[in-house]
């Protein structure tokens, strides 16, 4: 075992618990001993050292005076990412809400405003009680004039770690108490994935447990990672993450260096991963997976290379197929590697080769998501499924398919053990909403989330085997999301939301979401209020207690009191908090896992214990393989598929007629595509807007300090190939625009070789800060979404389709306007007179 071994840790701690039911939690008796309990002193609560947790791991941090003045990661997380130093900077920085505040024109015409004037930054301060009347009383008018479709409760995004305060359940309960309201599906993340997968291999697969990375480090001979960047993105997670993963990719990385596992990173840039590894590249032109899946399918079956017992046993439609790879159906096209060489630019011989290696080997395939985020984005994830089923190796240690070890430390081995619930989002049993209407006129109570903007329009769509339409919804809340950060196509955004009248913003941050509200209530942060989180999504590693660092700066208030306060208006707050603050909250969800435990026999100490402590840690669990019930008795454990095997053919999506998603997997041209593809005579350059390395989304992009590590000329990098930078006259450093036919905005050239000519990258979450509030404006920062397009992935999934981009860009010369998206708002009184703030 290799130099951060958990597994021989993880086995001293099981060794203590051999013969008895109730395994030990603490962290002694092991060999990290020394220096934990050394630190634990050092650390302790009596020295102002505190425990928290953050979607970026668990922390200690130092406070004196009511100030944060250092965070260290907390011990047992080997492998811990720097964003945790920016948490001083999230606490204190200059685009904090500090006071709920009203958008001018709002304030004074309400939802008769002049909506235009969105975005033009200028609010007026009111009083928590002014605010929380004028959003109640919104809510009534919208109710009474509309019904349930008239009002929007904006899907709830990464907000911060912890049950008790988690804001989107204080925003559903709290609306839900009021009368219902206009619900999504899906996300951003995953939308066609986990639409599609359900039709082909029973579940999502995208949020569940992977195959344990100890039996792919024991097993596997060639890695296939398509899509994914495991080391940048495994430093986030959905609950407080323990970076575990790490662990695995560290021996990973020996056996790749002595040649004991190939690694190959199927992608049109180099990864941070690649890099990390040491390890192979394909290079393949953006959007094109399919072209190049089909080829590698192709390449199996006609070199007899594919598993037929398998294919017979476990999937179903492969006859169905096989003709449209042989090009015996409509288009006529033999599906060979000469045909997708043009298309996806690997040479027809490389693809061969691939394909070989892959039958050849015990093949694990790794699939990350920002491929799906694509228009037809459902079409790569099911042919990645049929290249696995023809090699036959799912459901063995080491090979087959995952679709979910890019995220949230999934393939970490779960303990078992329970985790603490959370302060509930729905109504308590028997309870009704003072609206009960649940007219929708017509329209659908749920939509798929990123058709948010086209819902305005009260547009029909065809969904998932349904015709459906639109709620055209009038009012907004947001919490726990930056609307205006994740969504495509800001101008358009600007032009739709002319038909909203009145948006609401539950923010800590003055994001561009709060810019184009009307009211905006300032919640605190995580740090500034009492929680518990659980350690690890899918590992269930332990919970983690989150000890109020500071108390909330300025006017802000956690959103259990904000939406504690909103129920005080329909008379049901103590019905809204159970007749519990924040503390008994926190007291019960602990007791409730601990009687849970105790059953499993898992021992936890008491509450008083573990609040002092900080934490409590469980044991590994047993290591898992992903489909082996399946793959040993396909009868008894049948997927969820409507025929119970792998479907290569659907006939469930046939029948639904679509011509963008068919009933096996197709090559589709894309709306847009760089290297020769549509548009690119125009806007030659794909432009890739994954996950940021350096921040969670929009979130961190307001730390002033970790900004000035990336920024170039106070903007947003863009990655350019240093060839292409030069045919532009464009240097390290400089100041670009680029733009397309839906917007434009100010970036800094960033020249690097690991993004081939044709393709740059500008990270997604860039604050969206532009020059004015008009539709078409320069984005002065660079967010990427003022350039990406809206359209579904398909009439299947209608997700995101933002990686389907197409730009162009020059050398902007001039004097560089300032960049207007940090900072918070102008603030006004009633006459639109600047008021300067009392500090
Ligand atoms: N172009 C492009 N766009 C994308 C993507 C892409 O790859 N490319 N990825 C998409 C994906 S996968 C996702 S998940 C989305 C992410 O979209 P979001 O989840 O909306 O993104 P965040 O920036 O994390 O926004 C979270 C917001 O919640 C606020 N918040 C945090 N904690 C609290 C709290 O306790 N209370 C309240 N009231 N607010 C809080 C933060 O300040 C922040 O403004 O973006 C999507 N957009
Ligand atoms: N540091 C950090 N980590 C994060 C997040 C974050 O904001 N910051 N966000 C979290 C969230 S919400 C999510 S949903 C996950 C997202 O996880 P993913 O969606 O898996 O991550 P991305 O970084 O968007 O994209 C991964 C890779 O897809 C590649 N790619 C894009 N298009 C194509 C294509 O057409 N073909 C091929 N072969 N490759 C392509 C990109 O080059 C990139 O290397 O990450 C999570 N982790
Ligand atoms: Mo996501």
Redesign the pocket.
């Known amino acids: 075992m290799k130099n951060h071994s958990r597994r021989g840790f993880l086995k001293a701690i099981s060794a203590i618990s051999a013969g008895t039911l109730v395994a030990p939690i603490v962290l002694a008796n092991t060999n990290s001993v020394v220096t934990q309990n050394a630190e634990n002193i050092e650390h302790s609560i009596l020295d102002n050292w505190k425990f928290s947790g953050s979607h970026w791991g668990a922390f200690r941090a130092k406070v004196v005076g009511n100030k944060v003045t250092e965070v260290v990661p907390f011990e047992f997380d080997k492998f811990p990412?720097d964003?945790i130093y920016n948490i001083p900077g999230i606490i204190y920085n200059s685009s904090r809400v500090r006071y709920p505040m009203v958008r001018l024109d709002w304030f004074k015409n309400g939802h008769y405003s002049d909506r235009r004037q969105r975005g033009d930054n200028r609010f007026v301060r009111v009083s928590w009680d002014q605010a929380l009347d004028l959003m109640y009383n919104e809510m009534e008018r919208i109710q009474q004039t509309y019904g349930p479709s008239g009002l929007m409760r904006g899907h709830v995004g990464?907000r911060s770690v912890g049950q008790v305060h988690s804001c989107g359940n204080h925003m559903h309960r709290g609306i839900k108490m009021h009368g219902n309201s206009v619900g999504t599906m899906q996300d951003?993340?995953?939308g066609a994935g986990q639409t599609i997968m359900p039709y082909v291999m029973g579940t999502t697969e995208v949020y569940i447990q992977g195959t344990s990375w100890e039996y792919i480090v024991d097993n596997t001979e060639l890695l296939v990672m398509?899509?994914?960047?495991p080391i940048?993105?495994?430093?986030?997670g959905w609950n407080t993450e323990t970076h575990e993963s790490f662990i695995y990719l560290e021996q990973i990385k020996d056996k790749v260096a002595k040649g004991e596992m190939q690694v190959i990173s199927?992608?049109?840039?180099v990864?941070k991963t690649q890099k990390y590894l040491k390890s192979e590249h394909q290079y393949?032109n953006?959007?094109?997976?399919v072209a190049f899946q089909l080829a590698i399918a192709h390449t199996l079956w006609k070199e007899d290379l594919y598993d037929k017992d398998f294919i017979d046993t476990y999937t179903v439609g492969f006859e169905l197929f096989l003709p449209y790879l042989k090009g015996e159906t409509e288009d006529m096209v033999e599906k060979t590697p000469e045909w997708a060489e043009p298309i996806c630019g690997v040479p027809a011989d490389r693809i061969r080769e691939l394909a070989r290696l892959m039958a050849s080997k015990r093949t694990q395939i790794m699939v990350?998501?920002?491929?799906q985020?694509?228009q037809h984005g459902e079409q790569?994830f099911w042919m990645a499924a049929i290249i696995a089923s023809m090699l036959g190796q799912i459901g063995l240690p080491g090979g087959g398919i995952s679709y979910s070890h890019?995220?949230?430390g999934a393939g970490v081995t779960a303990t078992g053990a329970s985790m603490p619930g959370s302060f509930p989002l729905n109504l308590d049993f028997g309870r009704k909403p003072k609206y009960e209407s649940e007219d929708y006129k017509g329209a659908v109570s749920v939509i798929p989330l990123t058709r948010a903007i086209d819902a305005i329009d009260g547009r029909e769509i065809d969904f998932n085997g349904q015709r459906i339409k639109l709620p055209a919804y009038k009012m907004a809340v947001f919490s726990g999301s930056n609307h205006w950060a994740r969504h495509q196509d800001k101008n358009r955004m600007k032009r739709k939301y002319l038909e909203l009248e009145t948006i609401v913003s539950i923010d800590y941050n003055w994001t561009a979401t709060c810019r184009f509200a009307d009211i905006v209530l300032p919640a605190c942060t995580t740090y500034e209020r009492n929680d518990l989180d659980m350690y690890g999504t899918y590992c269930n590693r332990g919970i983690i207690a989150m000890h109020k660092l500071v108390d909330p700066l300025y006017q802000s208030r956690s959103d259990f009191d904000i939406w504690y306060d909103f129920a005080k208006r329909l008379g049901r707050e103590e019905e809204y908090c159970q007749g519990m603050n924040e503390m008994q909250w926190i007291e019960k969800l602990y007791n409730d896992c601990y009687a849970e435990n105790l059953q499993k026999g898992f021992y936890m100490p008491s509450f008083e214990e573990f609040w002092e402590k900080g934490y409590v840690l469980f044991p590994d669990g047993k290591p898992f393989v992903q489909h082996a019930a399946f793959r040993e008795d396909p009868e008894v454990n049948a997927l969820g598929t409507p025929s119970g095997f792998i479907e290569i053919y659907s006939r469930k999506i046939a029948s639904f007629g679509y011509d963008d998603c068919k009933g096996h997997p197709i090559w589709m041209e894309k709306s847009e595509r760089s290297h020769g593809g549509p548009k690119s005579d125009k806007f030659p350059f794909w432009l890739?807007s994954?996950?940021?390395?350096?921040?969670?989304?929009s979130q961190m992009c307001e730390v002033d300090s970790a900004r000035d590590r990336y920024t170039v000329q106070d903007r947003e990098p863009i990655y350019i190939n240093p060839i292409d930078a030069m045919r532009k006259g464009i240097e390290e450093g400089d100041l670009v625009r680029v733009f397309n036919d839906r917007g434009q905005l100010l970036a800094g050239a960033r020249l690097s070789n690991d993004y081939p000519q044709g393709i740059v990258?500008i990270h997604?979450?860039g604050w969206y800060g532009p020059v004015d509030e008009r539709i078409g404006s320069l984005d002065t920062y660079g967010d990427a979404n003022v350039l990406t397009q809206d359209i579904g992935s398909s009439k299947l999934a209608q997700a995101v389709s933002a990686?389907t981009c197409v730009v162009d860009f020059e050398k902007f010369e001039g004097i560089p306007p300032r960049v207007t998206a940090f900072g918070g708002p102008t603030m006004v009184d009633p006459d639109g007179n600047i008021v300067k703030e009392l500090s």
Not at 286 to 289: A, E, I, Q, R, V
Not at 368 to 371: E, L, M, R, T, V
Not at 690 to 697: A, G, M
Request: hydrophobic content about 30%.
């Open positions: 990412s964003l990464w951003y993340s995953t398509w899509a994914m960047d940048k993105n495994l430093q986030i199927i992608d049109p840039i990864t393949l953006p959007l094109t997976d990350g998501w920002g491929i985020r694509n790569p890019n995220y949230s890739q994954i996950h940021p390395d350096k921040r969670l989304h990258r997604e979450g990686n």
